[in-house]
């Protein structure tokens, strides 16, 4: 095979890797949109990928033969048209997620197990057929590679080579520029373009190459890509199978743990995996990078060598992943620097899979692309069932720290098996580097609830399949935190959340609904009210912290006209009929999350309008701390969805409470909206007051009145859309680029 045609190939499966890797982040962010920013959604999503890849490998593998003997088509052909049904997808899995989302919503909550089944299923039928696609295309290319070059041992390496760096680069770019320039659906729609350049040049190859079929061209076809064409003595070992599988296994299962683990210092759940998986392809390509320049010289690594290599790498993460080590709190430059050594614990375990995985391939299969599809298969295999080991079995149960240490132990395993094979020197190091790094870890490493733990005068740590839950009392400040992110504090913003719309509501208000149950805060002040009142949490660890913040929790929970519901908010308004006086959104911070943006959007508040009653007010939050054009992002979005709407700055200066509704909001004293309440509501609003004049404490909000189109931006573009989520993806306008 000439040196052009080498790079064509490199060149297509270069392309092939970057929309992979498009439509894998993508697809991430609209199941979360779909069916639930929860851990789970991130697992099987990952999982299918992988379970696509997986059978495309082996099915690819094991009948290219019989469709090129059949047929008289190069196996390129086939590529080809495994690329064009790929970028079909791009157009077909967004109105799958829709369809699916509707049809889950009579499952009643998200924490239900038929639920959890259900949305499994749903996105497995959504995306398992083209990740199917994607997991033939390196077969089908080993045979056409065969085709031409009939000793040729090495192109799984070549290949993976390739569509390992295109994958880095459609990670990084979807992340920090497609989506952020482009949105989501036209961001699918270049992946899809290029999916059918792609399919185009290789039908040109394959259209180039075309012969009379003859029983000689059907013969040497056919031995090009069955048991004949392996090499004379190849006899793999089935030793190879058992660590594919199990380097496949934990790897991934470590993904879904560093999403959730490196959270607090990477902030934003959408860069958190997109970098942790940029740098683990970046780490995977140089390994592999390095695999094949030893491969040029005939001096490969020993896999013993390597595996001893693992067993070191494996503890790092854990060690480095201390907050004496990583502080949570820092500014912008300090963050980067953080930030870049978080992701770098990592870089040496996945460079020495990618040198690794590639190897082990190349030796088992010996350049056949059924054997080659066999191990790749069961590479992935690990890959589908660690994501869902990691998520439903270890995490719910245990800290991040002791999930890692569990996902390292196949590592270990085989550095025991392979001790004998290691020269004396090598031994001594690894031994001793892999025994001190667990040992600190194990007993010396601290993790974000111990350094809470030991600024507290008590600590809670809840947790179960969507994440982990801390509620801390430090310094007598008490504060809830999930997966290390600080959500709320008490403080009265959360009371007045609720009592300003129902004050300013025309008429007595009978019922409320609160997405975002926090602290339970909010969802106690409206029942002061006495009135039907329903809050919708997405994490139910949550809830279950309700105690730890407020001494009446329980008779606040016995309340009959209270009702909690573990739910995605969007969902929930999706699956009721219901309709309610006033709704009150507080998203989870910070502004620049998933969870933010679906409850921000012009998508969220077009629901939200269908279940108000008559003068019912939708009160949304802007919380302190919040970018510029981030808060005239969300004026924006309710402006353009609401006829009429007010802004009133907060008690604690920085939020911005945001009132908006189908009819006009009257405007009233202080006095006339203090006489609205309730004496118990009276009594909640003062709680936290510095001063029991109720007239006063109105006073300060309403001299706090701002002109909401003081808050729009002159760019009718800075809105938040669930197509273009303005505040989630912000990097190159921090950076001046956008």
Known sequence: M?????RVLFFLFFLSGFCSLVYQVVWTRLAFAAFGI??????VVLSVFMLGLAIGSWAGGRFIAVWVEKTG??????????EGLIGLSAFVVPKLFAAGETVLLATGQSNSFSYLLLSALVLAFSILPWCVCMGTTFPLMMAYVRERDRQNADSFSFLYLANVLGAMSGTLLTAIMLVEVFGFHH????????????????FGLGWGQRTPVSTGTLERQRLATSEAALLPGHHP?????????????SAMGMEVVWTRAFTPVLKTQVYSFAFIVFTYLGATFSGSLWYRHHLRKHSPCRMATLIALLAVATFIPGVVCDPRIVPMSYGYTLYVNIAVITLASIVPLCAILGYLTPGLIDEYAGGHPGLAGEAYAINVLGCILGPLSACYVLLPWMSERSALMILSLPFVGFYFRSWKALPFELRMVSGWGAGLLAAWSLFFSNNFEDVLANHSNRIEVRRDYAASVISADPEGNKVLLVNGIGMTILTPNTKFMVHLPLAFHNGPPQSALIICFGMGTSYRSALSWNIETTAVELVPSVTKAFGFYHAD????????????????????????REKYDVIVIDPPPPVETAGSSLLYSTGFYKLARQ?????????????PGAELPSIQAIARSVYESFPYTRCFGSIDPGGIHILASMNPIEPCTAKE???RLPADAKKDLLEWSPSPDLTGYFGLVLANELAIKTCLNPNPEIRITDDRPYNEYFLLRKIGWF
């Open 38 to 43: 929860i851990t789970p959604v991130l697992s």
């Open 2 to 6: 000439n040196l052009f045609t080498r």
């Open 553 to 576: 929790a329980a008779q606040v929970l016995s309340n009959p006209k209270g009702h909690i519901v573990i739910d995605d908010g969007r969902r929930f308004l999706a699956r009721v």
């Open 187 to 202: 961001t699918l729609g270049l992946a899809a373009t290029v999916n059918f350049i792609i399919a185009a040049i290789g």
């Open 673 to 675: 909206l203090a006489a």
């Open 237 to 249: 070992s089935r030793l190879i199978k058992w660590i594919l599988f199990s380097t496949g296994f």
């Open 611 to 623: 279940h108000l009653k008559p003068y019912g007010i939708l009160q949304v939050w802007s919380p």
């Open 73 to 82: 088509l190069s196996a390129i052909v086939f590529y080809a048209g495994a």
